[in-house]
C-alpha cells in the first residue's frame, strides 16, 4: 500500500495527493523520504525538489502570511530569502513554513548525505539549514517552538501537543546543522549548533517529561523522542513500555499517530524491548486495525487519515492516495530486515545489519540496491535456530549486530569476536565490523 501510494504521486515533485491538491508539502516530504529512497533510487528525484524549495524560498517578502497553529491560525511577518514556503514548487503556497515543515529544508540535505552520500547538497543549501535553525530558534520561548500543524491526521484528535512536536524537530535541525558542519570542517559551526542542540534536549526534557511515569504523554511523543535521541539515559525501555500501555488501554489495541508517529512507532517498539508489542499493532484484525482498510474499506493506497472503525464508516476521509502515511515501510527495512544506513560511511559505504523482530516472523529476505552494489539481508528463525545471510558489496563494510552469549557460527566455524573489532555498542549488543563479502550466520 505504502510503495503504490507513493507511485502515485511522483510526478516530478512529492505530491500529497494525485486528483484534489497535487502540492509538494514539505512537511509529507520529509516524512517520506526515508520510505522513499529504500524502495526506489530516488537521489536526482529529491536533488530537484530541494532545488524547488531553495528556488521558490528565495523572495523577500514584507508582512506575509505565516503558519501559526493547525493550518487555522496565522500571523503576519516579514519573510527573509531563504525562509522557505508550505509547499514547493507552486503559486498556492499556503504560507510561510511552520517549524514542523519547514524542517525540510534541513533534514532533505542531511538524507541525501546519508542515504546516496551526496555531500554537494550539504554544501550546497547549508547556509539555508543555518538559516532556518536560527530562524526557529527567534520563534522559542526557553528553546520551546510554540508554533506548527503537529502529528497531521491521525485517526482522530491530534493528542501530541504541538510545542512537543516541533521542538523535536528544531532539535532535530540543531543536530543535524551541527554533524553537517563537522562534516563540512567547520568545526566553530559544529560546536555552536551541538551547543545549542543540547540546551534544546534539556529544555525538551524538563517542558514535556513525566519522570514518574516514564513517558511524554502519547505515542508520537514517545516514538519521536525514542527515534531523536530525546529520552533520558537508561530510561528507554521503559517509555517504549509507556508506548504500549497507551496502545492498549486507550486506543483499543492500535496506533494512535499522525505522519510523524507512524513513520518511527514500529522502531520504537521494536528496538527496546517491545517488539512483540509491534508485531501485534501491524497484524491485528478487526476494527481499529489496517486490515480494516483493505477489508472493509477496500483500501489499495493509504488514506490521507487512517481508520478508526465501523462507527465511522461514514466519516470523510479526504483523499484516498496520501503517501505521508507511509512512513512505516522504512522500518520493514531497518528492523525486519534489519537493513540501515550508517552515517560513518554514507551512502550505505558502512551498512548497519540489526533485525529486531526475528523472535516475531519466521522469516524475511531483502535486497537494497546502494551505490556500492547490492545489499542483501536474509534470516529464517526455526527450532531455535537463527540462520542469516548477509551480502555486503565491495568497497563498503558493514556493522554486524551478534548478541553475546550465544553459540555463534559464521560460514560454518565458531565465531571469534576477536576476529571482527567492535565498532560501538548497538541496541542490545555489540556491532562487529565485517568486510566486503557473503557472511552466512548461524545463531542458536
Not at 486528483?19 to 517520506?32: K, N, Q
Not at 531553495?54 to 508582512?63: A, D, I, K, P, Q
Not at 568497497?395 to 553459540?407: D, F, I, Q, R, T
Not at 560460514?411 to 555498542?425: E, N, S
Request: charged share 20%; glycine share 10%.
Amino acid at each position: 500500500m505504502a510503495v503504490r501510494t507513493m507511485l502515485s504521486n511522483t510526478h516530478g515533485l512529492p505530491t500529497d495527493c494525485p486528483h484534489r491538491e497535487r502540492c509538494g508539502w514539505l512537511g509529507d516530504a520529509h516524512a517520506v523520504f526515508p520510505f522513499e529512497s529504500f524502495n526506489y533510487d530516488m537521489g536526482n528525484f529529491w536533488a530537484k525538489y530541494m532545488a524547488d524549495i531553495s528556488s521558490t524560498s528565495s523572495v523577500f517578502l514584507e508582512n506575509t502570511l505565516h503558519q501559526k497553529l493547525y493550518n487555522t491560525q496565522f500571523y503576519f511577518a516579514d519573510k527573509q530569502p531563504g525562509i522557505p514556503f508550505m509547499i514547493s514548487p507552486g503559486r498556492r503556497l499556503c504560507g510561510v513554513a511552520s517549524p514542523d515543515w519547514g524542517t525540510a529544508v534541513v533534514q532533505l540535505p542531511w538524507y541525501m548525505y546519508l542515504y546516496y552520500d551526496d555531500e554537494d547538497a550539504l554544501r550546497k543549501y547549508y547556509g539555508e539549514m543555518k538559516q532556518w535553525v536560527d530562524h526557529v530558534e527567534a520563534l522559542t520561548e526557553n528553546h520551546i517552538v510554540p508554533y506548527g500543524l503537529g502529528d497531521w491526521c491521525p485517526p482522530g484528535k491530534i493528542d501530541c501537543p504541538i510545542p512537543l512536536s516541533s521542538t523535536a524537530f528544531h532539535y532535530l535541525d540543531a543536530s543535524i546543522v551541527a554533524k553537517a558542519a563537522a562534516v563540512l570542517g567547520n568545526t566553530e559551526d559544529s560546536a555552536r549548533y551541538a551547543d545549542l542542540r543540547d540546551r534544546i534536549g534539556r529544555a525538551f526534557v524538563a517542558e514535556f517529561y513525566d519522570g514518574k511515569n516514564k513517558t511524554f504523554g502519547s505515542q508520537t511523543a514517545d516514538a519521536m523522542a525514542l527515534d531523536l535521541g530525546l529520552v533520558p539515559a537508561g530510561d528507554e525501555h521503559a517509555v517504549s513500555d509507556a508506548i504500549v500501555r497507551n496502545i492498549d488501554e486507550k486506543y483499543d489495541g492500535f496506533i494512535h499517530t499522525g505522519i510523524f508517529g507512524l513513520g518511527r512507532i514500529g522502531q520504537a517498539l521494536s528496538r527496546y524491548g517491545n517488539p512483540e508489542a509491534a508485531w501485534r499493532v501491524f497484524t491485528k484484525k478487526g476494527e481499529n486495525s489496517f486490515e480494516w482498510m483493505w477489508i472493509a474499506g477496500d483500501a489499495t493506497t493509504l488514506w490521507e487519515v487512517l481508520p478508526i472503525d465501523s462507527a465511522h464508516s461514514d466519516m470523510v476521509y479526504g483523499s484516498m492516495s496520501h503517501p505521508m502515511q507511509g512512513g512505516y515501510d522504512a522500518w520493514f527495512y531497518e528492523d525486519i530486515a534489519g537493513i540501515r544506513p550508517d552515517a560513518s560511511g554514507p551512502g550505505f559505504k558502512v551498512i548497519r545489519f540489526e533485525p529486531t523482530m526475528t523472535g516475531q516472523l519466521r522469516w524475511a529476505e531483502a535486497t537494497l540496491d546502494t551505490p556500492y552494489g547490492l545489499v542483501e539481508s536474509g534470516w529464517r528463525n526455526e527450532d531455535g535456530l537463527l540462520r542469516w545471510k548477509i551480502v555486503i558489496p565491495a568497497n563498503a563494510s558493514g556493522l554486524v549486530a551478534l548478541p553475546e552469549g550465544k553459540n555463534i557460527t559464521v560460514d560454518g566455524r565458531t565465531f571469534d569476536p576477536t576476529d571482527y573489532p567492535v565498532a560501538r555498542q548497538g541496541l542490545g549488543s555489540p556491532l562487529y565490523r565485517f568486510p566486503s563479502g557473503s557472511y552466512t550466520f548461524e545463531i542458536r
